[in-house]
T-cell receptor, first 117, second 114 residues
Framework: GAGVSQSPSNKVTEKGKDVELRCDPISGHTALYWYRQSLGQGLEFLIYFQGNSAPDKSGLPSDRFSAERTGGSVSTLTIQRTQQEDSAVYLC???????????????FGPGTRLTVL | AQTVTQSQPEMSVQEAETVTLSCTYDTSESDYYLFWYKQPPSRQMILVIRQEAYKQQNATENRFSVNFQKAAKSFSLKISDSQLGDAAMYFCAYGSSNTGKLIFGQGTTLQVKP
């Protein structure tokens, strides 16, 4: 497909379990972003990748959250020992380049709805 | 740190009428971008309109236009000839020109009445 894809679309887990959320960006997009959207709230920035490196991890809420990106493509957001406050929609976005002088649009995936019981 | 504020949690407009959604932001950067995104119940984020801070001319996309007041750090969205399909949550966002990272407001839910 041509768009950003995320899996799973929904995930229900028990408190204390680890979860992995996957993002497949648009092919060729070098920049990748993770955001979190709590119920009825705006999107909160989590982490930004340029290629495989993450120059900005400032939005990760705790050390239970981590993310990686391999091959400059797929990214995985991992939440360890999930808590009920982690329940939210996790959105991924990709962008073709950074610092070109024009601001390229971020294309968003459909999100993963995480519910922690 | 940059912040974005949308002071209208909910707005309502009659079909075919015009509505304006408000947004203010705070930043110390001189080079940045501003966006309005639409999020229908499907959760898919859709870019509505974009404004480069260095441009004085207000951006326009068909029925959507912005009123960008740089000195006042204000960026409102005007929707003309509102349609039922415009009903959604609208987010104002600040974009860093360096990293592209977006800072979002809390959103405004727009209801369009037939």
């Amino acid at each position: 497909g041509a768009g950003v894809s995320q899996s799973p679309s929904n995930k229900v887990t028990e408190k204390g379990k680890d979860v992995e959320l996957r993002c497949d960006p648009i092919s060729g997009h070098t920049a990748l972003y993770w955001y979190r959207q709590s119920l009825g709230q705006g999107l909160e920035f989590l982490i930004y990748f340029q290629g495989n490196s993450a120059p900005d991890k400032s939005g990760l809420p705790s050390d239970r959250f981590s993310a990686e990106r391999t091959g400059g493509s797929v990214s995985t957001l991992t939440i360890q020992r999930t808590q009920q406050e982690d329940s939210a929609v996790y959105l991924c976005a990709s962008r073709s380049s950074v610092g070109t002088g024009t601001h390229n649009e971020q294309f968003f995936g459909p999100g993963t709805r995480l519910t922690v019981l | 740190a940059q912040t974005v504020t949308q002071s209208q949690p909910e707005m309502s407009v009659q079909e075919a009428e015009t509505v304006t959604l408000s947004c203010t932001y705070d930043t110390s950067e001189s080079d940045y971008y501003l966006f309005w995104y639409k999020q229908p119940p499907s959760r898919q984020m859709i870019l509505v309109i974009r404004q480069e801070a260095y441009k004085q001319q207000n951006a326009t996309e068909n029925r959507f236009s912005v009123n960008f007041q740089k000195a006042a750090k204000s960026f409102s969205l005007k929707i003309s000839d509102s349609q039922l399909g415009d009903a959604a949550m609208y987010f104002c966002a600040y974009g860093s020109s360096n990293t592209g990272k977006l800072i979002f407001g809390q959103g405004t839910t727009l209801q369009v009445k037939p």
